[in-house]
């Protein structure tokens, strides 16, 4: 059974910074396409990072410069490093696990964790 668990979330005000991991369990993570998720109250899931088998990385705009993707295939484990939080940052995070090597769409994401809650007071 595959298992994604998502840890390090928590409340920080605005300008601090927080690590976000996603250990994976059941199933060996390196050879596939990772992400990180999130959802905000009322508002559709975006995806906010990603990073291929070969390290390839990707961001969305909002988040660009500020967060910072990361994988240790070793002890197939996903990061999002998280700097200069803002109140719109704020959102239940998620990580989740591709079958295929290249980071396409959200459709391609067959695993998900069940979230880890970031908070960012002004």
């Known amino acids: 059974q595959v298992q994604l668990v998502e840890s390090g979330g928590g409340s920080v005000q605005a300008g601090g910074s927080l690590r976000l991991s996603c250990g994976v369990f059941g199933y060996t993570a390196g050879w596939y396409c990772m992400g990180w998720f999130r959802q905000a109250p009322g508002k559709e899931r975006e995806g906010v990072a990603s990073i291929d088998s070969n390290g390839s990385t990707k961001y969305e705009d909002s988040v660009k410069g500020r967060f910072t993707v990361s994988r240790d295939n070793a002890k197939n484990t996903l990061y999002l490093q998280m700097n200069s939080l803002k109140p719109e940052d704020t959102a239940m995070y998620y990580c989740?696990?591709?079958?295929?090597?290249?980071?396409?769409?959200?459709?391609?994401?067959?695993?998900w964790g069940q979230g880890t809650q970031v908070t960012v007071s002004s």
């Open positions: 989740a696990l591709s079958l295929i090597w290249m980071c396409r769409g959200e459709a391609d994401f067959r695993y």
